[in-house]
């Protein structure tokens, strides 16, 4: 009778005990506050490990490409709109970000 899906934006599922994604939001912006060239990254390519300041950046694009110094791999993209940007880290298992005391 209908769909099941209520107006529960923000708040725990009893279903799956889960919020939406706006529950990172605070944790979010604290992260892209920082100097993300001091971040550290792991390629999927090959398994390096070093910091964004180290990947090979290629800006005869669309937008910015990072690859991996190691493998070549294509690390990171990023493109900027007039009022917006998309980042892609789906090169990168994880990123690790060192955050201020």
Excluded: K, Q
């Amino acid at each position: 009778m209908g769909d099941d899906h209520t107006d529960r934006d923000h708040t725990d599922h009893t279903d799956g005990g889960h919020v939406d994604g706006n529950a990172l939001a605070g944790d979010l912006r604290e992260i892209f506050a920082v100097d993300l060239t001091a971040a550290t990254g792991r390629c999927t390519g090959c398994g390096h490990r070093g910091s964004v300041a180290a990947l090979r950046v290629y800006r005869n694009a669309p937008g910015l490409v990072a690859r991996c110094p190691h493998c070549e791999e294509v690390v990171l993209r990023l493109v900027r709109g007039r009022d917006r940007a998309w980042l892609d880290l789906r090169g990168t298992v994880s990123l690790e970000i060192p955050l201020p005391s």
